[in-house]
């Protein structure tokens, strides 16, 4: 599991991923709104924690763009602000939970296992795009010319662009979510697992291709999805 935790207070955002670690739990720290929407798009995230108050975009302007990016990842926010308006808000802008500061660990732990369990049940094992399922279990690709299987490294460059079919991922991103913070991974090591993924996506007759967005990143493109936005 892994957790996306958004919040300008540094001493909460460590005391929050001491918090997590104690039960198991990966988390990506930012500190400002903008950066929780790259994060997101960008990363594999079981649930973002948002705050509302920070610099660049707030937490209801992330979420705004979040939702309109397609991203459905589970969001809680945390906020000081504690009106019922400023929480329904919330809600109605397509968050999943809102906890009030300050809190007891103990719930914030119940509430995030809440949420991450509710999203495992409509999960599922598969992500599929036009003609092109990607078997989580098995880390298999299928499509109309059959199957192929997938090391690590291609699995998890795969899942992040299924999982965000219609925008670009942002190349850097990438490289940190596949790779790592402190790992030395270069640039061109993304380039040459793409490669791998392109000739194994031709090898299974798939419409699905992996197009590269010049100086951004990465995107899939197939002509069924683009017929249907048409």
Not at 81 to 110: Q, W
Not at 138 to 145: D, H, T
Not at 167 to 187: H, M, P, S
């Amino acid at each position: 599991m892994k957790v996306l935790i958004a919040d300008d207070e540094k001493k909460l955002v460590e005391l929050l991923k001491e918090i997590l670690k104690r039960e198991n739990i990966d988390s990506d720290v930012v500190y400002n709104g903008a950066e929780a929407v790259d994060y997101a798009i960008a990363g594999q995230y079981d649930l973002i924690v948002l705050d509302i108050m920070m610099p660049k975009m707030t937490g209801f302007e992330a979420i705004k763009e979040l939702r309109r990016k397609k991203i459905s990842t589970p969001i809680l926010f945390l906020s000081a602000k504690s009106e019922v308006g400023d929480k329904v808000d919330g809600l109605n802008l397509g968050g999943d939970d809102y906890l009030t500061k300050p809190f007891a660990a103990v719930e914030f732990i119940a509430r995030v296992k809440a949420l991450t369990r509710r999203q495992a049940e409509y999960k599922g094992n598969e992500i599929t795009v036009a003609d092109l399922t990607l078997d989580r279990d098995a880390f298999v690709l299928r499509s109309v010319g059959g199957d192929i299987k997938l090391g690590s490294t291609e699995y998890r460059i795969m899942e992040i662009l299924m999982s965000n079919p219609k925008t670009v991922v942002n190349k850097e991103r990438l490289v940190e979510k596949v790779w790592g913070w402190d790992n030395e991974a270069e640039y061109n090591n993304a380039e040459v697992y793409i490669s791998f993924l392109r000739k194994k996506l031709a090898a299974i007759k798939s419409c699905v291709q992996i197009k590269a967005v010049r100086g951004i990143g990465y995107r899939l493109s197939s002509a069924e999805a683009e017929n249907d936005d048409n």
